[in-house]
């Protein structure tokens, strides 16, 4: 009884560790390499893993009366990137023998509270990124500086929808609306912005990049299940932020006679 209740305590903490590691965007072969790792750093070495982009599936010492299985499902995340690296860490130090399993367990939990970034922070560092991309797409410093303000709006948008569990679809529909439509009352108000850089600026944030870029790594890892999941969300969500961006052009040049010149 004593092995069963350790071995499973120690498939939990892979598992568990995986599953952190792979809500927070960790891509399948890392989560993969860091469950079976765990597991034998431990002692365990009849073991099956299998993970995919919203699931892990393990089961180890399949053959023995100790035997135990574990499922857990995993929503697709934001990336946090501060996470996956204190989750590597964790995994080298216990792969090294540094970490007792009670060390692992509450160093875990740690992770898991800890907190991410004031919101103000969250939302400087959103408008910084969208100025900084306007500017790189060509746009001037005074359209950075508009970029900047509405990149500001749109994560204080973002701040205030998800606490009414909205569909993230729908987020970025709305949200490059809102930054779109924005762009273009101020061109219309005259105020000389070269809005398709302030626009494509504002919705930076919005863009799927470390999601594609992971798809892509999933797919040529041979992982073809979990990168198309992940290929498909990422697709998705390109999809959303141009069916928003183009309604709100559409919408405006219907309002204002055609004034809009694409």
């Not at 072969?29 to 995919?52: C, K, M, P, S, W």
């Not at 080298?92 to 919101?119: F, H, N, Q, V």
């Not at 929808?161 to 970025?172: C, D, G, P």
Request: glycine letters at 10%; proline letters at 1%.
């Amino acid at each position: 009884m004593e092995n069963k209740q350790e071995s499973r305590r120690i498939l939990d903490l892979a598992v568990s560790t995986g599953e952190v590691l792979l809500k927070n965007g960790g891509e399948i072969y890392r989560v993969q390499e860091t469950v079976t790792r765990i597991l034998e750093a431990y002692g365990i070495e009849d073991y099956n893993v299998y993970v995919v982009t919203n699931g892990i599936f393990a089961t180890v010492r399949e053959r023995e009366e100790d035997a135990s299985s574990m499922v857990r499902y995993v929503t697709i995340g934001d990336v946090n990137l501060q996470m996956i690296e204190d989750i590597n860490q964790l995994s080298r130090e216990i792969w090294e023998g540094t970490c007792s399993i009670d060390e692992a367990y509450g160093r875990l939990e740690m992770y898991k509270k800890k907190k991410l970034p004031d919101k103000w922070m969250r939302v400087l560092a959103c408008g910084m990124g969208s100025a900084g991309f306007c500017y790189l797409f060509g746009g001037r410093l005074y359209d950075s500086a508009i970029s900047f303000f509405l990149g500001m709006l749109l994560e204080v948008f973002l701040f205030t929808a998800s606490r009414h569990h909205t569909s993230k679809f729908i987020l970025n529909i709305i949200g490059s609306a809102i930054v779109t439509v924005g762009a273009l009352v101020l061109y219309m108000a005259g105020t000389g912005i070269w809005f398709d850089k302030v626009i494509i600026g504002g919705i930076i944030p919005l863009v799927p990049g470390v999601a594609l870029t992971t798809a892509i790594r999933d797919l040529f890892g041979g992982d073809y299940l979990s990168g198309s999941i992940r290929l498909m969300d990422a697709l998705m969500t390109a999809i959303c932020i141009a069916i928003g961006v183009g309604a709100a052009i559409k919408l405006f040049q219907f309002v204002t006679g055609g004034a809009v010149l694409i």
